[in-house]
């Protein structure tokens, strides 16, 4: 069975760091991109980042370019989110999402979709 | 940026067919992926490339895209299906993975 486990969540304050983690097991990590995709409560969903099977391409959200850094351990069949100078809006949930391909420049679809971690961001 | 339109919600009676919209610009030349998101849990990809349905997902699901205009459908609505449906998109020429806003399913 598939597992996406995600951890790492909880209160920082703005502008502050928090890393994400991803916990993958169930199959063939390194055959599959992976993606981030938050929730902000209440709201609607809005992918974050992606990357390849590989870690040798990546995409970002404008909303967090230059903030947010994502890479991934294939040894260790995880992924990570690195999250700097963290604002108010980006208070989510954040879900490690597995793709049905080994690219990010791609139309596959997303599944299946861990549990989420919360992010909270408040002075 | 590429933008896609759900209506807020959409209400039918147990038994009766739901048809849930997702307005894009030439969206019939995209792959359209559907999420099912029910309350407190993780969403679940219940249509993939416009009309395939993955293992688990039941036949009273089905998709259809075209023009300007892709649709979830879903015949026979048991209260179950109660729940919050994003549609997706990747669009090639931005680089952009975008979802809709959302529909949420009432049944009444």
């Known amino acids: 069975e598939v597992q996406l486990v995600e951890s790492g969540g909880g209160l920082v304050e703005p502008g502050r760091s928090l890393r994400l983690s991803c916990a993958a097991s169930g199959f063939t990590f390194d055959d599959y991109a992976m993606h981030w995709v938050r929730q902000a409560p209440g709201k609607g969903l809005e992918w974050v980042s992606g990357?390849?099977?590989?870690?040798?391409?990546?995409a970002y959200a404008d909303s967090v370019k230059g903030r947010f850094t994502i890479s991934r351990d294939n040894t260790k069949n995880s992924l990570d989110l690195q999250m700097d100078s963290l604002r108010t809006e980006d208070m989510a949930f954040y879900y490690c999402v597995k793709s049905g391909g080994p690219g990010i420049a791609s139309d596959n679809w997303w599944a299946p979709w861990g549990q989420g971690t919360l992010v909270t961001v408040s002075a | 940026s590429y933008v896609l339109a759900q209506p807020p919600s959409v209400s039918v009676a147990p038994g009766e067919t739901a048809s849930l919209p997702c307005g894009g610009n030439?969206?019939?030349?995209?792959?359209v992926h559907w999420y099912q998101q029910k309350p407190g849990q993780a969403p679940v990809l219940v249509i993939s490339?416009?009309?395939d349905r993955p293992s688990g997902i039941p036949e009273r699901f089905s998709g259809s895209n075209s023009g300007n205009t892709a649709t979830l459908t879903i015949s026979s609505v048991e209260a179950g299906d109660e729940a919050d449906y994003y549609c997706q998109v990747w669009d090639r020429s931005t680089d952009h993975r975008v979802f809709g806003g959302g529909t949420k399913l009432t049944v009444l």
């Open positions: 490339y416009d009309s």
């Open positions: 990357i390849s099977w590989d870690g040798g391409s990546k």
């Open positions: 030439n969206i019939g030349s995209k792959s």
